[in-house]
């Protein structure tokens, strides 16, 4: 989609790696072919095949499986580059590269030797979100921060960096993102009052390139008082330090565990930052910027070129982590260059994504309650800011006060499962979560590698609803509104999958992938794989053939309570009672299901 312009613009003859990395550029134009996470760099996950199609995806069959020998949650997908796939497991991370000529046979395995005292230190599940290829490297972000590039065609390490540190409760459950000669690298660990970063690193060496964090002096943020903008304006000088009190940045948590996309055009990476520490708001007076934030970043120096903060001074643990989707579409009548990224919060946000203009936010499920809107009137003193409802104020109900009826709950109207967007529909495909919430928050101090969360929580189904927990609906990012919604038993925590065959692919919690017409959401096939799906579906080619593959296995945050045997219906940070009902329909697991036509 994005690219084909960017292709055509600088074209692939004479690049050198400091300008482009043609090699991914090149290989995500192929359809037959997957090289990252994110399917592109614009983080559409939509694919060009259509051999699988609306007219005969019923007809589908499992066509081979492979175990992956890890039980938890399975998220992210595998990768095809040629004639081989390659999968990863949740900890301890084992990359495994398949024949795709010999039934699956494994090429080579890779096992890394971790420390298992950092399942603990994990917040919510085990999950890894993926691998990358590039520059003939498979690259590897294990659970304990360790970026690690493997040959691709033997499996051996060419080098290895340490991202975090597990005992200040620093960990990893991303994927990360080649741009030109780097690897963008985040981390995990806002539970613990780690302080999150953003990080580049040498993809030939393993070099740190350029660090920059989420909070604190702009030198150490990699923004620029004068030329860093959010909505329009300059941030001007300490625009962090100047939002926490005291210290607190220095445990400001700020968290960078979500996905990446880049714009080679603009030649500007996006992602967003998780919540602030505590989850008690009361210890931590202020916007706390720029946790919640989204940022638009030079991939070769890090500097911030625009800035802006979904929900400040966040009151319920609203990461603002999930995906930033680049698409061109008009608004208004005049073509924009968009993002649009589907906040935990709710509030659905399109976005200028070269200068950061805020065109449309909207509830993206009627049952959003904790804000009224954000605030669209340019000369207001609250523009581009949620208006919350008191009722729903964490903050203003107080210390030691069940504030109840929160909607959505913490993990969000959509978590981390990515959405897809379609060219051909104009349509955005979304998992959420019908869920809601009672926080009550209290007081904790700061220990190094503790757990520092300071809230108990509750979630159960939206009330007054179809009384189940998710929904799979279509969006139209251009007016704010829901095209099509179709109702889940259970929270939709598997990322979609739109083709040119008109068709959406996504799995359940309860373990169906199932496919529905682009236009309409009909479900048109469905097929219960032997555990959970919390993965992200994919698609290639392989002999002229089309796959569809996906891994099951439950976990994640919805799943903690089956993944880690929890029980009490507070553990988890409150999932583990929201979704007690889940072991009645699934069971752990750890498989690759691959589907294709009938002949």
């Known amino acids: 989609m994005r690219a084909h312009g960017v292709l055509a613009a600088v074209g692939l003859v004479g690049m050198s790696p400091a300008l482009a990395n043609d090699e991914v550029m090149k290989l995500t134009q192929d359809p037959n072919q997957q090289v990252l996470q994110t399917v592109d760099y614009a983080n559409t996950r939509y694919s060009k095949l259509d051999q699988i199609n609306g007219s005969n995806v019923n007809k589908l069959k499992v066509a081979w499986t492979f175990s992956t020998g890890v039980l938890r949650g399975h998220e992210g997908s595998p990768l095809v580059i040629g004639d081989v796939m390659y999968v990863h497991t949740p900890f301890p991370n084992i990359v495994y590269a398949l024949d795709l000529n010999g039934d ?43 970026l690690v590039a493997l040959d691709a065609k ?20 991303a994927t990360v993102l080649p741009v030109k000669d780097k690897i963008i690298v985040g981390v995990s660990g806002g539970e613990y009052g780690a302080r999150c970063h953003v990080t580049a690193y040498d993809m030939k060496t393993g070099k740190q390139a350029w660090r920059a964090y989420s909070m604190g002096p702009d030198e150490e943020m990699l923004i620029d008082p004068a030329t860093t903008t959010e909505l329009g304006k300059p941030v001007g000088k300490d625009s962090s330090l100047k939002t926490w009190q005291g210290d607190q940045w220095k445990t400001g948590g700020g968290c960078t565990w979500g996905w990446y996309s880049y714009d080679p055009q603009a ?48 009151e319920w643990d609203y990461d603002g982590v999930n995906e930033m989707i680049l698409a061109d579409q008009p608004i208004n009548g005049q073509d924009r260059k ?9 509030f659905a946000y399109t976005l200028d994504r070269i200068n950061g203009e805020l065109l449309v936010a909207e509830k993206y499920d009627p049952a959003v309650n904790w804000a009224t809107k954000v605030d669209m009137d340019k000369s207001s003193k609250t523009y581009g800011r949620p208006l919350v409802v008191s009722r729903y104020s964490t903050e203003q109900n107080g210390e030691d006060v069940n504030t109840k009826g929160i909607c959505p709950a913490a993990l969000g109207t959509k978590d981390q499962q990515p959405a897809a967007f379609s060219p ?20 904790v101090s700061y220990t190094p590698g503790q757990p520092y969360v300071g809230a108990t929580l509750a979630m159960y189904p939206a009330p007054n609803s179809h ?35 008109d068709i959406v692919f996504y799995g359940t919690l309860e ?23 919390i993965g992200n579906v994919m698609t290639y080619t392989h002999n002229g053939k089309q796959y569809v593959g996906v891994l099951s296995g439950v976990g994640g945050w919805a799943g903690i309570g089956l993944a880690a045997g929890l029980t009490d219906p507070s553990a988890g940070l409150g999932a583990v009672g929201g979704y007690a009902a889940l072991a009645n329909y699934t069971a752990l697991g750890g498989q690759l299901t691959v589907f294709t036509l009938a002949d």
């Open 104 to 146: 699956g046979k494994i090429i080579w395995k890779y096992e890394p030797k971790q420390d298992p005292n950092v399942i603990p230190v994990m917040c919510c599940d085990t999950v890894n979100r993926g691998l990358a290829y590039a520059d003939g490297k498979i690259f590897l972000h294990q659970a304990d921060t360790t």
């Open 267 to 314: 030649n500007l990476v996006y992602y967003g930052s998780g919540n602030p520490s505590t989850w008690n708001p009361k210890q931590r007076p202020g916007d706390n910027k720029w946790s919640m934030t989204i940022f638009a970043r030079n991939p070769e120096t890090g500097m911030a070129k625009w800035v802006y903060q979904m929900t400040p001074h966040d």
């Open 467 to 501: 009384g189940g927990m998710g929904n799979f609906i279509a969006w139209d990012a251009r007016t704010g509104k829901i095209a099509w919604s179709n109702k889940e038993l259970f929270s939709v925590w598997s990322g979609a999958l739109a083709t040119a065959g």
């Open 338 to 346: 968009l993002l649009v990224h589907f906040d935990r919060n709710g």
């Open 511 to 533: 373990g169906y992938l199932k496919a529905v017409d682009s236009k309409t959401g009909r479900e048109l096939f469905k097929f219960k794989t032997p555990s959970g799906i």
């Open 424 to 443: 051909k529909t104009g349509l955005f495909y979304v998992p959420t979560n019908h869920v809601c919430m009672d926080y009550e928050p209290f007081r």
């Open 154 to 173: 033997t499996g051996k390490e060419a080098w290895k960096v340490v991202n975090g540190d597990p005992k200040k409760g620093e960990t990893n459950t």
